[in-house]
């Protein structure tokens, strides 16, 4: 073989030994997958934190109630309300007080003889990380009830 024909079979390449362009598709299809993976972990991490949040403060909210009851301060529901919106919107809990609903409501008979039953439901709409998307879970709901002695 000559030398011109060696030259021109080696200029030429064979369809199967050129992958540079098989990366990039593979990125253009796995790239939307892999970030939806980590938006939906990172959604679920501030769900289960704001979850918490919220089941805390509904907590921290009875306790409140009985010892202002034990101490014979009789509190309205607008109080309870208050101070449980105050303590959600600073640390440790530093939610956002446009998505939060907190109502305090006595309305309804006690299921306890001799006691007053104070109802505790929080409402907390989450941010949505993945636009267009609408998640299942958006809004976490909590309630608690609360029995003191009058």
């Known amino acids: 073989m000559s030398r011109i024909a060696k030259q021109k079979s080696a200029g030429l390449r064979s369809p199967w030994g050129d992958n540079g362009g098989s990366v990039?598709?593979?990125?253009?299809?796995?790239?939307?997958?892999?970030?939806?993976m980590i938006f939906g972990m990172f959604q679920t991490g501030i769900y289960l934190q704001n979850y918490n949040a919220v089941q805390?403060?509904?907590?921290?909210?009875?306790?409140?109630?009985?010892?202002?009851?034990?101490?014979?301060?009789?509190?309205?529901?607008?109080?309870?309300?208050s101070v449980l919106l105050g303590r959600a919107t600073n640390v440790p809990y530093l939610l956002d007080t446009d998505r939060l609903n907190v109502v305090v409501d006595r309305s309804g008979s006690s299921r306890v003889n001799g006691a007053v039953?104070?109802?505790?439901?929080?409402?907390y709409t989450l941010n949505?990380?993945?636009?267009?998307?609408?998640?299942p879970l958006s809004v976490i709901r909590y309630s608690r009830s609360v029995w003191v002695v009058t």
Do not use: C, H, T, W
């Open 56 to 81: 805390s403060i509904a907590s921290d909210g009875a306790r409140y109630v009985m010892i202002e009851y034990q101490k014979d301060n009789r509190l309205s529901d607008e109080q309870v309300q």
């Open 24 to 36: 990039v598709v593979e990125f253009a299809i796995l790239a939307p997958i892999f970030l939806m």
């Open 128 to 135: 949505n990380f993945i636009p267009g998307v609408e998640l």
């Open 117 to 123: 039953e104070i109802d505790i439901s929080i409402n």
